[in-house]
């Protein structure tokens, strides 16, 4: 159960993120589309009833001014739409399936204006030509064989090879399903829903740690044992692991989903702050 402080700042953090956004959409850099207007007028009324200082009342009125900036947007859009003599290509494709024939052949002799050129070589072209390969040199000068060079063997041990990550110690199959483990382990200890945050899974004590856990969590992902589940809105990821292997068939298509694992993020999550 959160807090009411907890909530307030929670509440904050949504309100500036709807606040940018918005912004993003005024300044052309987002699709109005986009924004789901009834999500975000859910998160400013469940919100609301938190709102004792005149800050974040403030807030709360900025969030709504952004978001009927982007209403109007969106309806300038439409409007553009429907007096530019916009034609939708489901409308144009069933026309042309209606078409005749000799209609179609009409419109397209109409609208068809072919450019024709005409290129010939001159005698001036071939002497240019001709004056170009006899000033090459010959082909035993151009390519000149390179000497091989002089490698010495030697040798190495297993464990040399697996200090350089030529070889595992454990086959990755297996390695892959005690990692597996290890995830259900800690959602059921710390997890929400039968999920938990990408970040709480993957921090380690040292960043190089934490790469690997997020290379390895990647697999886990691939390969059918675990799902992402992402919010944008709130900026989260979570992680769900599969009480069985899923087997993807070719028919699904995948989203890919890049998450950077930066060493700033790593410092914040360190610090207890939301990466």
């Known amino acids: 159960m959160q807090s009411k402080k907890e909530r307030v700042k ?22 109005p589309f986009l924004v789901n207007v ?39 859009w439409v409007k553009h739409r429907s007096t530019s003599l916009y034609a939708d290509p489901f409308l144009l494709e069933e026309k042309i399936r ?33 004056r170009y390969w006899e000033s090459l040199p010959p082909l035993s000068e151009r390519w000149k064989e390179f000497p091989q060079p002089e490698i010495e063997a030697g040798s190495t041990t297993r464990e040399e090879l ?16 005690n990692f597996w483990k290890e995830l259900k382990e800690q959602v059921k ?5 039968g999920k938990i945050r990408y970040w709480d899974f993957v921090g380690a004590e040292t960043y190089e740690e934490t790469v690997q856990r997020a290379f390895m969590t990647s697999f886990l992902v691939t390969y059918g ?35 950077a694992i930066t060493i700033e993020d790593w410092e914040k999550w360190k610090r207890g702050e939301t990466p």
């Open 10 to 31: 929670i509440g904050r953090e949504k309100l500036q993120h709807i606040i940018e956004m918005c912004r993003s959409v005024e300044e052309r850099a987002l699709d």
């Open 38 to 76: 009834d999500e975000i007028i859910k998160i400013v009324r469940e919100y609301f009833p938190n709102w004792e200082q005149p800050e974040d009342l403030c807030l709360d009125a900025e969030a709504i001014h952004r978001l009927a900036s982007v209403v109007k947007l969106q309806s300038e």
């Open 98 to 130: 209606r078409a005749k024939r000799e209609e179609m052949v009409t419109v397209f002799l109409h609208a068809w204006h072919p450019i024709v050129e005409m290129e010939q070589i001159s005698i001036h072209s071939l002497k240019e030509a001709v």
């Open 162 to 177: 697996i200090k350089q990550r030529i070889l595992r110690e454990k086959a990755f199959t297996e390695e892959l399903e």
């Open 189 to 193: 200890a710390r997890g929400v829903e």
């Open 225 to 259: 044992y675990a799902t992402l589940e992402v919010r944008p809105l709130e900026e989260e990821i979570y992680i769900k692991p599969y009480e069985k292997q899923v087997r993807l068939t070719a028919k699904k298509q995948l989203v890919s989903v890049p998450i």
